[in-house]
């Protein structure tokens, strides 16, 4: 047999097997559909995310005609839930809860059983969520510029506590400080409530946290919040400012977070654009809306490139604060 009779046979198998390929996933775009969808979440029930993921999955059941269920997989830097979704059919039946912490892990780790980018296709965003700079009610603090003149003032002084490091809040923390000149120092806890603990105590000065978690002491003045950390004031704190409305190296600042579901991988590109359209028609639904805003979520669907974009954006950011703040890879 010659060399081109062999190239030729060669070639006509590869277009054979792509033509399969394609219609087998036309057909899977057809019958799409088929079984109960799954919907694996990172982290413990009953956060924003997992309200999030039941909050979207009810709706998606009903557009759909299956059944949705919720799976939740919490694990450090969500690993756990990544890899079964990783590994899962690519049939769009199976679908990550991705955020900012996906974003954060794949700078954060060592090295993860799974490629962030590679091994996943964003579907849309569900929600963005506000991070925010507080301090204890009747503290040193009254204003944001209060905060800011202080810690001008007082270099290396102005201690600024956060959950875990590595965690958004944390991280969030770090770029705050390199964007604004400051020189402080960022004293992570284990969660939430040892951050509230020590603040209400006066061992760390002020506390960057998630708005959601910190609503019930904000509401009960315990805790003052001096400036939400993404782009814009939030509904429910019209008061509050932005850090970026005191201007100079903060005009531009913005760290803000998100949520969104993804699929594996090579998981047809009708099936994608199917379920990205029924999320965007869900995320504009008024109840669905209300219902995230309840728990301080801004429901914000969006295109499969738009998601991978925001996924994509927030690799390069938070990548750049983890070296900037030379902290360890785990």
Not at 8 to 16: C, D, Q
Not at 183 to 199: D, E, K, R, W
Not at 209 to 237: C, F, T, Y
């Amino acid at each position: 047999m010659t060399i081109q009779r062999s190239l030729s046979m060669f070639k006509k198998s590869l277009l054979a097997l792509t033509l399969t390929l394609l219609a087998s996933a036309s057909t899977l775009a057809q019958t799409f559909p088929s079984k109960t969808i799954k919907i694996v979440v990172p982290n413990a029930a009953g956060g924003a995310a997992d309200i999030t993921a039941r909050t979207v999955g009810q709706k998606l059941a009903e557009a759909l005609g299956q059944a949705v269920v919720i799976e939740n997989k919490p694990s450090a830097g969500g690993i756990v839930a990544g890899e079964m979704v990783a590994r899962a059919e690519p049939d769009g039946h199976t679908m990550l809860l991705i955020s900012s912490g996906t974003a954060v892990s794949a700078s954060l780790f060592k090295s993860l059983p799974f490629d962030t980018v590679k091994d996943f296709t964003p579907v849309s965003k569900l929600a963005t969520f506000d991070l925010v700079i507080a301090s204890a009610e009747g503290g040193r603090f009254k204003t944001f510029a209060d905060l800011l003149a202080y810690g001008r003032a007082n270099p290396g002084k102005l201690n600024i506590g956060t959950p875990q490091v590595g965690t958004t809040q944390n991280l969030a923390a770090e770029l705050f400080l390199s964007s604004s000149g400051l020189s402080a120092q960022i004293v992570p806890f284990n969660g939430t409530p040892p951050v509230i603990t020590a603040l209400r105590g006066g061992s760390v000065d002020a506390m960057v946290e998630i708005v959601g978690p910190l609503m019930p002491q904000i509401k009960s003045n315990v805790v003052r919040p001096l400036a939400l950390l993404g782009d814009k004031r939030s509904p429910s704190m019209p008061d509050v400012p932005a850090a970026r409305e005191a201007g100079g190296p903060l005009a531009k600042f913005q760290a803000s977070s998100w949520n969104g579901l993804a699929v594996p991988s090579h998981t047809p590109r009708e099936v994608v654009l199917r379920l990205s359209r029924e999320i965007q028609a869900i995320m504009d639904m008024p109840d669905v809306k209300k219902r995230l805003a309840d728990v301080n979520l801004n429901a914000q669907g969006s295109t499969p490139e738009q998601a991978a974009e925001v996924l994509a954006a927030d690799i390069r950011r938070w990548h750049e604060v983890i070296v900037k703040a030379k902290i360890d890879k785990q």
